[in-house]
């Protein structure tokens, strides 16, 4: 068994999922359940968003087994938007360690919207956390590279091995928004100014605009997913993407901030770390035992899917993912311990 920075032996509990036929089952009971829904609005503040089909919808499981299983629109591609902000962020945690990122980064809620400059204000200069749009930008201005260009290799290049595939950019997606971003100009000279920034402000929002125009499927979100909750592993190509201590700070990252200032809602209602992103997709693990895709348009005021924050809810409930739930302790799972064996309730 394998000591944690602290020295501390690492063990790790988590259950598993039920068999995979009720998993199949499951994933297209949360399709059906929640396609009826039509709330909500797409997206329009980037103009291209608003022209996307409303009535799409995906769900898939990705199991840390690499089974998967899909309902609906599962391999229609979309942009991966704030979602790109947790893998990011993993990466960069991967290259420069727990208390570095902490420190630069921070991981505390804002309870503001994701593209707000009054926390900003609010809190010293300080970014808050990697999944709001400040905390997202001064991540990506860390990840390794001598220049915008290489940075956004590895960008790529790091999201395609989560992903198990190489990921291209929507480039109608990425003018769209470039022609657009100046609110998130905006926040990059705020970080500046407060010393958060140390490269040119503007090419890292265009590096991060980039990474936001990834084209994912809800089955790729899945299977990215399933690695954040597999130690690190891709469960589809096996490959170790980051280690499992950087998935770990990860999802507490996601749990506390994912959904923005409904993250308090979502965490109650799911018990999962998550993350949405204003194309539609939300991404959910349940640690050691796999990832949820979800992607349909219409949003919430905060800017998470209705359709995918239903079915994930199902989904949690259903496959017992809720990270909080418990039941009452039984003899048999004394099973294996010294002390106290034989006594029953
Ligand atoms: N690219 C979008 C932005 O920066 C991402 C926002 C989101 O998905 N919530 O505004």
Redesign the pocket.
Known sequence: MELDSHGVEQRVATGALPGWEAVEEHVAAAHARSRTHTDGAV?D??PILAEVDPELFGVCVAEVDGEVHEAGDADVPF?I???SKAFVYALVCEQLGHDLVRERIGVNNTGLA??SVVAIELNDGHPMNPMV?AG?IATTALMPGDSPEEQWEAVRNGLSRFAGRALDVDQVVYAS?AAT?Q??RAIARLLESYGRIELDPLAVVDV??RQ??LLVTARDLAIMGATLADGGVNPVTGEQVVSPEVCRDTLAVMASTGL?ERSGEWLFEIGLPGK????GGIVTIAPGKGGIGVFSPRLDPA?NSVRGQRATAYLSRALGLNIFASAEHTVSSRIGRNRNQGETR
Do not use: K, P
Request: overall charge neutral.
């Open positions: 997206a503040y980037i942009s938007q704030s979602i994701f593209n749009n997202a928004e971003n609110r998130n991060y605009t936001c125009a923005y949405s992103g204003v194309a800017g």
